[in-house]
């Protein structure tokens, strides 16, 4: 899913650029959104998930525009808040625009409420289990949003992202998700060419997502069962979607985008 709802409003957010998650980091080349600025030209960001993945986010956020400040940070624990903060005060170009003091920093599962409230653009970067709750958070309060895929981990997760993003779209609300290739200018080449017919009529197409493992984290002995499943998120599939969902979507994406069309039935095994 790829969401761009909404028409420009007072100003570009992020000029030519969009917080566009990728594999490793952010694509910042071609997207476009906008975001509606009360008494001041700075874009107020939060972060809630303070991963690799969010970490990625905001790197390219702060870098895509000079008027974007990190002002809050939500995870439920606060190892992973505190490493993620020193980290972006360490990277020269951004330090200026990481502006997050100890009371803005939010650790629990209830702290991306607080988060949400001090900003302009929410980053949603946690396991995709919470992304329906924090994604209607973000709507309810009015604030603008870049989401990770996948969207949720489950079938009425899903439902919950879809009828959020409707009321997003009554309310003028700016909405980007983690599928790169969309704003890539070769990914949109080769897409633009193929739709215009250059190799022919394309009557199949197979796509593959090749990765190695992913990290595991060693259980200690003070760990309770849930903090150990979400430290292992990718592990668990209530917590990540699987594979097809968080990783192959990307290709996936790429063959329904140059089919024009969604499959009308799917198999698994």
Known sequence: MTTDYFSTSRRTFLKNSAVIAGAALLDTHAARASVHLTGTDTLKIALVGCGSRGAGAVVNALRADKHTQLVAMADA???QLTS??????????????????????????DGYKEAIALADVVILATPPAFR???FDAVVAAGKHTFME??????????????AAGEVARRKNLKVSVGLQNRYDPGFIEFTERLRDGQIGEIISATDYYLIGPVRHVDRTPDQTEMEYQMRNWRYFNWLWAGSPAALQIHNTDVVNWVKGSYPIRAQGM
């Open 84 to 109: 993620t903060h020193d980290t972006l005060l360490k990277i020269p170009d951004i330090q200026h625009a990481v502006n997050v003091p100890e009371s803005h920093m939010f650790v629990g599962f």
């Open 149 to 162: 895929k996948p969207l949720a981990s489950d079938a009425p997760g899903i439902r919950q992202v879809l």
């Open 77 to 79: 624990f606060a190892d």
């Open 132 to 134: 329906p709750l924090h």
